[in-house]
């Protein structure tokens, strides 16, 4: 018999308190192997009620070539913020 004797109601759900701490460990598994591709662009609560409800999690979109966003900053292809070239004029 599991310690964790409270239940808990999210939108339609129901979950008793192992299943919520089972929901919580596997998320942050998938977050520890997301983490190093840099594929994460949700927060940690976010993943968490997207699993409860069924919802797929957003994955950062990776590009082919540098861009440049709407404000004008260059990115990587990998999105990472396009440093400077020092042309060593002023």
Same mark, same amino acid.
């Given at each position: 018999?599991?310690?964790?004797?409270?239940?808990?109601?999210?939108?339609?759900?129901?979950?008793?308190?192992? *299943?919520?701490?089972?929901?919580?460990? *596997?998320?942050? +598994?998938?977050? *520890?192997?997301? +983490? $190093?591709? =840099?594929?994460?662009?949700?927060?940690?609560?976010?993943?968490?009620? /997207?699993?409860?409800?069924?919802?797929?999690? $957003?994955?950062?979109?990776? =590009?082919?070539? $540098?861009? =440049? /966003?709407?404000?004008?900053?260059?990115? /990587?292809?990998?999105?990472?913020?396009?440093?400077?070239?020092?042309?060593? +004029?002023?």
């Amino acid at each position: 018999m599991s310690q964790y004797h409270y239940s808990y109601v999210y939108g339609d759900k129901y979950f008793y308190g192992q *299943e919520i701490i089972d929901l919580v460990d *596997e998320v942050a +598994r998938e977050r *520890e192997d997301l +983490r $190093p591709k =840099k594929l994460l662009k949700t927060s940690f609560a976010q993943d968490l009620k /997207n699993k409860i409800l069924g919802i797929e999690r $957003p994955l950062q979109d990776k =590009k082919s070539q $540098p861009y =440049k /966003n709407a404000c004008g900053t260059w990115f /990587n292809a990998d999105g990472t913020v396009m440093k400077a070239m020092d042309v060593g +004029r002023v």
